[in-house]
């Protein structure tokens, strides 16, 4: 692993980086959230018990649901 | 070999994730309700709790301001949550439980205690970023945060040495992937019958061989693990199956951060683009729902483009998804015996002995499976089984899990440098490879979809999933 040396110039950057991320998650995304379709898309994922970041079966809350229906089928 | 159950991190990675899985099912079992009068009835099942559930968490979902991730105040019937609780309680654990592994391998447990709270400040960080729900809805997932949190402090100010004690990429990996093992329930598999069967396991280590190949043959991929790591995540699973298979052929960092940055980038096209299609041509909610699960690579994708056709391609896709999960474990041992016996070689024509294979072979692996099975004989043979696995696994081995998976990607992020990964674009060969074995994926999966849901068992579909649910 090359080892990097904090200059003012690289400080510097990882500050711009730090604000623009900032800038996004602090003030544009809740705006965005805000919007009414955004808003009408964020409350259909709810309903749904859907969690789009999902990277596993046992991660979607739908899916408690769905497998509880399959196992009342099967009895 | 007792010295190499002590000090060797695929041993040590086993012992961790099983002390985690014992404690935490020892805590849903002791304090699982008593039947008054022993005679349990199946149409009745016990609600199970799991106790240590309040205690465990990761910042939570937020839209308006980021504290929300970390405490909601009380609010009508509601208590307060306080999730940094749970934040910090994890944070304990595992630096706890890692401490004492280290040391028992006769290394420095101070360094990584020194080291722990920084790189777990980065993983929280990267939770919280994924967090946003506009950033959930899009798949954006806390794997491509966690990177990019590490990315962004190695390519400016460069990672602190203080840091580094605490960047056990393959420990934190091997571990998260032995408490994945006791989510993969093989009593799941017949979920939709033998149709769910055909399309998430006869189509998937077609198309995930097939590519492969082709990447070795017709591209003349330069790196085998890195064609192996992109055939798993997109013919399996996403991100789940990249990790597992990563981990069994050894691949490096940068290989397996290429292969996640392909999977997201195209299914969130694939999750916008392929119900319009579906809807555009047509096809039955059924046919479409399997065609989504078995082919679009993330869980939460899937469900996302389910739900847009409607309830029962919501349970189809997600279930069909389901079982490509399960497959998981047998595609990771597959590879790994795959690269011990063929890939890892000494010379050509000479075969290793079975001592041989058993000395290379990533044990992990080994603990991945046993979890497996131990949990599913659980779930299918203990009183309340379902009710007492799912509570295990839904209020604590999960979340663990997850932290686990974030831990490694933000030291993956805080080892890689940007130059490291432009050699792997030259070419374009892992987009190709990819976008190649996705179009198999889509025909192939389609036709078997047809022909299962359509043709052989169309009598069954209704049985197997109503149109009412």
Known sequence: MRTRTPTPARTLKLAAVVAAAAAVWLAFLPWLARQPAVQERLRWLEVHGIDPSATFYTELPAMQEILRRQRNRAD | ????????????????????????????????????????????????????????????????????????????????????????????????????????????????????????????????????????????????????????????????????????????????LVLLGAEVLMSRLLALGLPGVFVAWVVTPIVLVSTYLFGQHILRMQSRSLNMVISADMSVCGVSAAIATAAACKAKKEELSLAIGLSLSFTVVMMIVLPAVIKAVGMSETLGGAWLGGTIDSTGAVAVAGAVLGDRALEVAATVKMIQNILIGVTAFGVALYWVTRVERKSAGERPSVREIWYRFPKFVLGFVAASIVFSLLYAMLPGGPELVDAVIQGSTKTFRGWFFCLAFVSIGLETNFRALLPYFKGGKPLILYVCGQSLNLCLTLFMAWLMFEVVFADMITDLVPTAP
Not at chain 2, 76 to 90: M, N, Q, S
């Open chain 2, 1 to 176: 070999m007792l010295t190499e159950m002590r000090r060797s991190e695929d041993w040590l990675a086993i012992w961790c994730a099983g002390a985690l899985l014992a404690v935490c099912f020892a805590a849903v079992w002791w304090s699982r309700p008593e039947r008054g009068d022993g005679q349990g009835s199946e149409a009745d099942p016990v609600a199970v709790s799991n106790p240590l559930k309040p205690y465990l968490a990761k910042p939570a979902s937020w839209e308006q301001s980021v504290l929300e991730a970390f405490y909601r105040p009380a609010s009508g019937d509601a208590a307060a949550k306080l999730t940094f609780v749970g934040v910090l309680i994890v944070g304990g654990v595992i630096s706890g439980l890692f401490a004492a592994a280290l040391a028992l391998a006769g290394q420095s447990a101070g360094a990584f205690l020194r080291a722990f709270p920084w790189v777990f400040l980065l993983a929280t960080l990267a939770y919280t970023l994924a967090g946003h729900a506009v950033v959930k809805a899009y798949n954006l997932e806390y794997a491509l945060w966690a990177l990019v949190v590490g990315l962004i402090i190695s390519n400016t100010v460069g990672t602190p040495t203080l840091f580094r004690p605490a960047m056990l990429t393959e420990f934190y990996i091997k571990t998260g």
